[in-house]
C-alpha cells in the first residue's frame, strides 16, 4: 500500500514527466491488496486501471508499473502502446491477465468467458482438476450500468461460472456523481440475478476486505459457481491525470473521502516502526523512477508488429477434389467442416442462437453437432450477441478453441463494441502475447425477400476494423477449406457465409455446389482464384453472389471476360488482382452491398492507383442502390440488387469504352 501511494505521489510530482493519461489506485489500496494477495497463479484476472495496487499485490515491481506508464519500449505488457495499468502478463508465478480494453464494464464478457472456458475445460477432462482455477474481474461501479455487464451476469448465473466480480465503488464516474448515475448500487443490482451470491464490504478497512475476498476466492474455487463482492472505498486522488478532482468536486466530499483513508486507518491498528517501512517504500519509488524514466523509447520500426499472430496455413493443401466424391451443397460443406474439427480438436466448441440440439441453426448449418457431440460443446445462448462475440476473447486466452455464430448479418452490431474494443486490438496491445483465436460465423446477403433485418452485407463495416480476418466463399469447396483455415488462425476471424448459396436454391447459384472436398483440405486466406479466363477483354472482380451474377453475365460475351473470385476480403490477394487488370485494361469490381463509400469502391481506388499505367478505361463499380435497408417486396427488392442483366449492360459499356 505505501509503494503504491508513493507512486501516486511521484507521478503528481512529476505531470510533465507523466505526460500520458493515467489513474491511480489512491483510497482503493485495501481491497486492492486483499484481492491480489490471495490469487494464485493458476487463476485469471481481469483488471481495471485503477488497480495498480492489486498489480504491486500480486507480485508486479513499481518499475515494471512504470515502464507501462511512460510508454517505453520494455514495457513487458504492450511495448509501449497502451495505457498505464492496463497489463497482460502469462508469467509462470503470477496469476494470468489477458488483454483487456479500457475496462469502463467492456472487460466483463471476457472475463466471464474465461470462466466460461475453464468451466469447459473442467467438465471435458482437459484440465487439472487439482487447481480448481477461479476468475477475478474488477471494475469500478460506474461501469456497472453498460448493459454487456448484464449479459455477463446473466450468462455467469445461467451456467454457474465460476468468477468473482469485484466491484470497487468510490460514488464517482468521473464527474458523475452515483446519485446522478443509479438506482442503486451493485450489491443491490446483484440481487436481481438469481444464483449470484454477494458480498458487501468496507474496501478502506483491510482487515474486512481479506476476510471478504478470502470467502469469496474460496467459495468460488469450492462451488464453482459466480459471486459479486461490493467494495465502498474513497476516492482519494484524481479521476485521471487529466480530469482534476478539484474540477468538480467539493472540499466537503474531498474531505469525507480523506476520512476513509485505508492507509491511515491501517496504519493506525499496526505496531512497530511503520515510519521505516514508509521511508523505505518512498526509496524504492524514487529509485524505481528514475531507472524507468532513462530506459528507451520503443524502436518506430516495431510499430507494426503483433498485428496478428503468424498463422501455420501457408499454403493449400489437401484434397480439393477427391476421386469418387460427392457434390454437396455449402451449408452442408461448412457443417461438415466444423464436424471435422470438432472430431480432430476436443478444446473446440460451438455456440450461438439456435445452434443447439433442438433446431442446429435455421439454415440447419449446425444441424446434429449437439447429438453428435454433446450439450456441453454444442449450445444455445440467448439473444446476447455482444457476449457471443466478446466471451471468445476469454474463451481463447484460457485455451478453448470458439466457433461462434450471429444468426444474421443484420444482428452483428451489439457485438461491434467487443469485436472492436476487445478482439480486434487483443494481439497488437499485447505485444502478441494474447491473439484471439475465434472464428465467428455471420449468413448474410439479401434473396427472395428476407426483408430489411434479414438480408445486409456486412463486409465494409467490419473491414474498417483492423486486426481482424474476413472470408467470403462463393462456393462449398471454398468455404469448406476457408473454414479450416480460420479455425486453425491464431487469430479473429470472420467467415461471411451468403445465405442464398448455402442451399443453390436462387436461380443461376447451382455451381456454388461442388464436390465436397476431403477432410484434410485447407485453404489458406488471402488466396483469390480465376474461375474464368480470357485472352483479351476485361475483367470481373467479385465475391459471393456476385459471382454468379458476372458468369451469367460474362455468358453474352464469350472469351472477353474473366473473372476473379476473391474468396477472403481481408488479406486480400491483390497480386492476383492488379495482375488480372494489368492484363486487360478495364475492370469492374462487383459487389452486393450499397456501393457508396463501399469496400468495392475502395478497392477500386487502389486499383487505379496501382495499376493506372495499364488501364483502358476507369475503373468501373456496381453494387446495390444506396438505400438503408433491402425492402421485404421481391419487387423492390429486385430493383435494390444488382443481377444478370444489370452486370451484362455494364459489361457491353466497359468493352464498347
Same mark, same amino acid.
Given at each position: ?146 448493459? =454487456?455487464?448484464?449479459? %455477463?451476469?446473466?450468462? &455467469?448465473?445461467?451456467?454457474?461460472? *465460476?468468477?468473482?466480480?469485484? /466491484?470497487? $465503488? ?113 526509496? =524504492?519509488?524514487?529509485? %524505481?523512477?528514475?531507472? &524507468?524514466?532513462?530506459?528507451?523509447? *520503443?524502436?518506430?520500426?516495431? /510499430?507494426? $508488429? ?176 476457408l473454414m479450416k483455415a480460420a479455425f486453425l488462425d491464431p487469430n479473429p476471424v470472420v467467415m461471411l457465409e451468403h445465405k442464398g448459396l448455402y442451399w443453390s436454391k436462387v436461380p443461376g447459384t447451382l455451381e456454388a455446389m461442388t464436390i465436397e472436398p476431403a477432410a484434410d483440405y ?52 491483390e497480386a492476383l488482382v492488379f495482375d488480372t487488370v494489368r492484363k486487360h485494361g478495364k475492370c469492374l469490381v462487383l459487389t452486393e452491398e450499397q456501393l457508396n463509400n463501399s469496400f468495392a469502391q475502395s478497392l477500386a481506388a487502389r486499383i487505379s492507383e496501382a495499376c493506372f499505367r495499364f488501364l483502358d478505361a476507369p475503373v468501373q463499380t456496381m453494387g446495390a442502390m444506396d438505400l438503408p435497408a433491402v425492402p421485404l417486396n421481391t419487387a423492390l427488392e429486385k ?19
Amino acid at each position: 500500500m505505501c509503494l503504491a501511494r508513493n507512486m501516486a505521489a511521484k507521478y503528481e510530482a512529476n505531470r510533465a514527466i507523466c505526460k500520458y493519461v493515467h489513474s491511480t489506485s489512491a483510497g482503493h489500496e485495501a481491497i486492492q491488496v486483499a484481492a491480489g494477495l490471495q490469487m494464485l497463479p493458476s487463476d485469471y484476472v481481469s483488471p481495471y486501471y485503477r488497480d495498480d495496487c492489486m498489480m504491486l499485490a500480486m507480485g508486479f515491481t513499481p518499475y515494471t508499473l512504470m515502464l507501462q506508464l511512460l510508454a517505453k519500449g520494455e514495457d513487458v505488457f504492450s511495448g509501449g502502446r497502451s495505457y498505464y495499468c492496463h497489463p497482460c502478463s502469462r508469467d509462470a508465478d503470477k496469476p494470468v491477465i489477458p488483454h483487456q480494453s479500457s475496462a469502463t464494464g467492456m472487460q466483463v464478457i471476457p472475463a466471464t468467458g474465461m470462466a466460461q472456458g475453464l468451466q469447459y475445460l473442467e467438465n471435458a477432462g482437459l484440465a487439472d482438476d487439482a487447481l480448481r482455477p477461479v476468475v477475478l474481474c474488477s471494475l469500478g461501479d460506474g461501469s456497472v450500468t453498460e448493459g =454487456e455487464v448484464s449479459e %455477463a451476469l446473466q450468462f &455467469a448465473v445461467l451456467k454457474k461460472l *465460476p468468477i468473482i466480480y469485484l /466491484v470497487q $465503488d468510490n460514488d464517482w464516474g468521473i464527474s458523475v456523481s452515483a446519485a446522478e448515475a443509479r438506482a442503486m448500487d451493485a450489491y443491490e443490482y446483484a440481487a436481481g440475478f438469481k444464483g449470484l451470491e454477494r458480498i458487501r464490504v468496507d474496501g478502506s478497512d483491510f482487515e474486512a476486505a481479506w476476510h471478504a475476498m478470502g470467502s469469496a476466492i474460496r467459495y468460488v474455487r469450492a462451488e464453482r459457481a459466480p459471486i459479486l463482492v461490493h467494495a465502498t472505498v474513497p476516492l482519494l486522488g484524481h479521476h485521471t491525470s487529466g480530469v482534476r478532482k478539484e474540477w468538480y468536486r467539493t472540499e466537503e466530499d474531498l474531505q469525507k473521502h480523506a476520512a476513509r483513508d485505508p492507509l491511515v486507518l491501517l496504519k493506525n491498528r499496526l505496531h512497530g516502526d511503520v515510519n521505516k517501512i514508509e521511508e523505505e517504500a518512498a526509496a =524504492e519509488i524514487d529509485l %524505481a523512477f528514475e531507472m &524507468a524514466c532513462v530506459s528507451p523509447d *520503443p524502436e518506430p520500426a516495431t /510499430v507494426k $508488429d503483433h498485428v496478428f499472430a503468424p498463422t501455420p496455413v501457408k499454403a493449400e493443401t489437401g484434397t480439393r477434389v477427391p476421386e469418387n466424391g460427392a457434390k454437396v451443397v455449402m451449408v452442408d460443406a461448412a457443417l461438415h467442416a466444423i464436424e471435422e474439427i470438432m472430431q480432430q480438436y476436443p478444446e473446440s466448441i460451438l455456440f450461438g442462437q439456435d445452434v443447439g440440439r433442438r433446431l442446429g441453426g435455421v439454415f440447419r448449418e449446425a444441424a446434429t453437432l449437439a447429438e453428435k457431440f454433446g450439450d456441453h460443446r454444442v449450445y444455445n445462448t440467448a439473444i446476447q450477441e455482444a457476449y457471443i462475440i466478446g466471451s471468445t476473447a476469454g474463451l481463447s486466452a484460457v485455451g478453448v478453441k470458439p466457433i461462434v455464430e450471429v444468426q444474421f448479418g443484420d444482428y452483428i452490431y451489439p457485438g461491434f463494441n467487443q469485436l472492436v474494443s476487445e478482439i480486434s486490438k487483443s494481439c497488437y496491445l499485447s505485444a502478441g502475447k494474447f491473439p484471439v483465436q475465434t472464428l465467428i460465423r455471420v449468413p448474410v446477403g439479401a434473396y427472395g425477400g428476407g426483408g430489411p433485418y434479414h438480408s445486409g452485407c456486412v463486409e465494409t463495416t467490419l473491414l474498417s476494423i483492423k486486426g481482424i480476418k474476413i472470408a467470403y466463399p462463393s462456393n462449398a469447396a471454398d468455404l469448406k477449406g476457408l473454414m479450416k483455415a480460420a479455425f486453425l488462425d491464431p487469430n479473429p476471424v470472420v467467415m461471411l457465409e451468403h445465405k442464398g448459396l448455402y442451399w443453390s436454391k436462387v436461380p443461376g447459384t447451382l455451381e456454388a455446389m461442388t464436390i465436397e472436398p476431403a477432410a484434410d483440405y485447407i485453404l489458406p486466406f488471402g488466396k483469390g482464384r480465376i474461375i474464368q479466363e480470357a485472352a483479351e477483354g476485361m475483367c470481373i472482380i467479385t465475391y459471393g453472389m456476385g459471382v454468379y451474377w458476372a458468369k451469367a453475365a460474362a455468358a453474352n460475351f464469350p472469351g472477353r471476360v474473366e473473372i476473379v473470385d476473391l474468396r477472403s476480403l481481408y488479406p486480400l490477394d491483390e497480386a492476383l488482382v492488379f495482375d488480372t487488370v494489368r492484363k486487360h485494361g478495364k475492370c469492374l469490381v462487383l459487389t452486393e452491398e450499397q456501393l457508396n463509400n463501399s469496400f468495392a469502391q475502395s478497392l477500386a481506388a487502389r486499383i487505379s492507383e496501382a495499376c493506372f499505367r495499364f488501364l483502358d478505361a476507369p475503373v468501373q463499380t456496381m453494387g446495390a442502390m444506396d438505400l438503408p435497408a433491402v425492402p421485404l417486396n421481391t419487387a423492390l427488392e429486385k430493383e435494390m440488387l444488382p443481377n444478370a442483366e444489370k452486370v451484362t449492360e455494364k459489361i457491353r459499356k466497359l468493352l464498347a469504352y
